[in-house]
């Protein structure tokens, strides 16, 4: 008689470990935790093939919390550490934690080749725009004019842009979420999962000691109908108190429109997570006070997604038929060399 293996039946509480949550009261990472949590019983992947990498930061204590397979690595390599594993290991579920300041400056460019190259591992970027563990610093994502401990009078620095970097990498799953919305941060992870090839998902974690409310606007009741924007494959983009109002693109430009005087919802820009072109622009929907004009919304949600063949796929492909047209190769053989010499005393 055949039998059929299943997973037990798991929750959020088997993903936890009996260390203490060592994060400051109120951080925006006890939240990211819980989704991240409650998210995996149901990604079908047992306990035992789930990995969480992290770098250095508040974030990358986030292996210590995980009852999975772990490593709290080095400071803005968590990325490679990964690629690494997925190489030797693709068939393992791979997680990377990360922040704004590990991802993007000392690890910046191991996330863009990561990205690029496309291993089929997940990626959780957490924004805060702020330097959290060693005391408040201003990072690569800190607003232009910020006054922190290393800028007195003020960031000079024009800061990163995570998504638009992604973009330019050629990410084949790029998204955003926040700490302060369960569900549709929980939705993003799945999303994440989901996808084969490298997803970028970008957080953004409330810092409540060096950086309060930094994205207040887009969690706050009273001002996130209007300040936030949720995307959705195939369907307008809405917004505002009552949903009256929308974007519509005038030729290549975005503009916004009252629903009912100006535009109906069929006139609106219809969300397309397939579309290049129209993700390039998503991206950069943010306010910009040197440019002028609307004042739109911060997009959250699937920004893009496309297929490519994953790294570890074609390397796998690459070494069978190296095998095949030319056999298993002696590794005592390649080191000695073509050329041998004998020393004689």
Known sequence: METINTLPT??????????????CPGCGDYSILAQVQ????????????????????CSSRFPYYMNTYGMHSIHGRATAVASGLKAARPDLSVWIVTGDGDGLSIGGNHTMHLLRRNFDVNLLLFNNQIYGLTKGQYSPTSEINKVTKSTPVGSIDHPFNPLALAMGADATFIARSMDRDPKHLQAMLTRSHQHKGSSFLEIYQNCNIFNDGAFEIFTEKSTKAEEALFLEQGKPLLFGTGVQKGIKLDGLKPVIVDIGSDASADDCWIHDEKDFYKAQMLVRMFDDPNKGGDHFPRPFGVFYETERACYEDVMTMQIEEAIATKGKGNLDKLLRGREVWEILS
Do not use: Y
């Not at 959020?12 to 203490?20: G, L, R, S, Y």
């Not at 019983?41 to 093939?49: A, L």
């Open 10 to 23: 798991l929750s959020a509480k088997d993903f936890a470990t009996d260390q203490e949550v060592r994060w």
């Open 38 to 57: 409650k998210i995996m019983p149901g990604i079908g992947v047992p306990k035992e093939n789930i990995v969480i990498i992290s770098g250095i930061g």
